[in-house]
């Protein structure tokens, strides 16, 4: 499976609720995409400053982007690994 593959997946996982299996799968990755997803997991998880350490290596994207609204973030990382493919 793809590295694209196996994030949607994870991204699919942390939408339906499953945000420590997704977690599983984020923290073996190190692109900027995955560290996104990383940086959101643990915003759903609440805790803001290891949220914002993976927002710094995403080499764009910041914690304050798109508010509390998580569940928008992980559709906007969906689309950009669709965009990607």
Do not use: C, F, P, R
């Not at 793809?2 to 949607?8: C, D, E, F, I, V």
Request: net charge negative; no cysteine.
């Amino acid at each position: 499976m793809s590295n694209h593959a196996t994030l949607k997946q994870a991204v699919t996982l942390a939408q339906a609720g499953d945000w420590q299996a997704s977690h599983l799968i984020a923290q073996d990755y190190t692109d900027a995409v995955a560290n996104w997803l990383h940086a959101v997991l643990h915003k759903i998880e609440g805790d803001a400053w290891n949220s914002q350490y993976w927002y710094a290596k995403t080499g764009g994207h910041h914690y304050e982007d798109y508010g509390s609204d998580t569940m928008a973030e992980l559709a906007a990382i969906a689309d950009w690994l669709d965009a990607a493919d």
